[in-house]
């Protein structure tokens, strides 16, 4: 092999990237991770799960200090300190960052920071970032993981108006008085809950006529009574006409049931999703096939062309860092199986496709919706239980919410759940372990659970489903 060829390319060295890489190591491969960002460590540690949880555990304290008096203390807020809260999350990042860094550099991969596009199906070019010349590398197998970059819709005006998207708000020493955020996803409503509890006064401003677009509406609705509930207005199924600057100040045009609207805040915060970073690729050069700008994969991780796989947002069904790290060990392993000759045979299970949103309060979900087991005529039952009539819940005074839980109607086998109430995204993983081991509600009743917990509520809907089959 010559020094830039190798078995096993990766392009990009965040989460999917770097699990496929250490992955391909295990397995034997000669790897080279190429990485053109500017630090290492990729979205989730640097700009994305990592730094809005550190900055949402100082929302969720605020909020306890806000309704301290409901439980007898007295206990107000004397504001926030918005540059130490920034300053915990830098330092934290950093920690977090430098482990990964280290990973990275540990001698284990050739790394190459730069750029890099395909000159053909098996060769890259790579653009360093430190200005040297380019080179090519190749290699006999390529696994993609370069991941997304926030959407920007064709709304006119926006652009010269200018924005801020979550990585401001994450890195922001000090807060605008008023904020409107467009959309209605998981970074919209995270970053939502955090600015509100901050002192902010923030107006959402979703598309869809629901938040939380693909889940069941009955989630969204909690969410859009709690964020009202705190002083934000939620305007739903609206479409932007038009921004524009106005004395100092940023003013959006919408139109919502046919009205037309107009609002002035201080900050635009663009959180409409994220597109995979798929741009720079050159990937008609290797015929890697595309639908619209996402990378098309098979169940084995595998692009249009066998030896190229993909992982991460660049070609999920779901942004998750769980699933992306999942995905690059696929690829991986697919790819050593490929190079030695074998069938590239293992594939990805995403019946326990897990998501969560850590807004106030959270929302969580796994496995199948109903929407998705009528589509597949999948006879089911259901059941669900309101947080306002479990005890835990309302000795902690967090009553918003259910939780509900689904079953395979003949077998009883639990199908999926989803929670939206208090500590939801830790909730969740009861059914998860329950669906891991394809457990019955029948089943899942008979597991003790201590009392009095928020655990213990998954067991009414259990019990309400396993009455049903029995009738």
């Not at 190749?138 to 991941?147: M, N």
């Not at 600057?245 to 915060?269: S, Y």
């Amino acid at each position: 092999m010559s020094e830039h060829s190798f078995d096993f390319i990766v392009i990009g060295g965040g989460s999917g990237g770097y699990a496929a890489a250490r992955t391909a190591h295990s397995a034997g491969l000669r790897v080279a991770v190429i990485d053109g960002a500017s630090e290492l460590g990729g979205l989730c540690i640097l700009r994305g799960c990592m730094p809005s949880k550190t900055l949402i555990e100082s929302a969720n304290r605020q909020l306890h200090i806000r309704h301290a008096t409901e439980f007898g203390l007295k206990a107000t807020s004397h504001g926030v300190d918005i540059r130490t809260i920034r300053d915990r999350k830098r330092t934290l990042i950093a920690d977090f960052a430098s482990y990964r860094q280290g990973q990275l550099e540990d001698g284990r991969f050739a790394l190459y920071r730069g750029h890099s596009r395909f000159v053909d199906a098996h060769t890259v070019e790579v653009l360093p970032r430190d200005g040297s010349a380019s080179f090519q590398a190749s290699a006999r197998s390529f696994c993609i993981a370069t991941g997304s970059e926030v959407f920007v819709p064709n709304v006119p005006g926006l652009a010269e108006t200018g924005y801020w998207t979550s990585d401001d708000v994450l890195d922001a020493d000090t807060l605008p008085k008023t904020v409107a955020v467009l959309g209605g996803g998981a970074i919209a409503l995270e970053m939502a809950h955090y600015l509100e509890a901050m002192g902010c006064t923030v107006t959402l401003l979703q598309r869809n006529t629901q938040l939380l677009t693909g889940l069941d509406r009955e989630c969204s609705d909690v969410i859009t009574k709690a964020y009202t509930e705190r002083g934000m207005a939620v305007h739903l199924g609206t479409h932007l006409s038009n921004v524009s600057t106005h004395e100092g100040r940023k003013r959006i045009e919408f139109t919502q049931d046919g009205h037309t609207h107009a609002i002035l805040v201080d900050e635009i915060l663009l959180a409409m999703g994220r597109i995979p970073a798929t741009k720079s690729l050159a990937l008609d050069a290797a015929k890697v096939a595309l639908y619209k700008s996402k990378v098309i994969v098979n169940d084995r991780m595998q692009t249009s062309q066998p030896h190229i796989f993909a992982a991460g947002d660049v070609c999920s069904p779901l942004d998750v860092v769980h699933i992306a790290i999942q995905q690059g060990e696929i690829a991986a392993r697919n790819a050593a199986k490929l190079i030695q000759g074998k069938p590239a045979d293992e594939t990805i299970d995403y019946r326990l496709t897990l998501f969560g949103v850590f807004s106030h309060p959270q929302v969580a979900v796994v496995g199948a919706t109903t929407e998705k087991l009528k589509a597949h005529n999948i006879p089911f039952l259901e059941a669900s239980y309101p947080f306002n009539d479990h005890g835990k819940s309302m000795v902690m005074g967090e009553t918003a919410g259910f939780v509900k839980m689904l079953a395979h109607m003949k077998t009883g086998e639990v199908l999926g759940a989803c929670v939206v109430g208090p500590e939801a995204t830790e909730l969740i993983h009861e059914v998860v372990i329950a669906m891991n081991f394809r457990a019955t509600v029948q089943q899942f009743m008979a597991i003790p659970h201590y009392h009095p917990t928020l655990s213990e509520i998954w067991t009414y809907p259990a019990e309400e489903i396993a009455d049903q089959m029995a009738d």
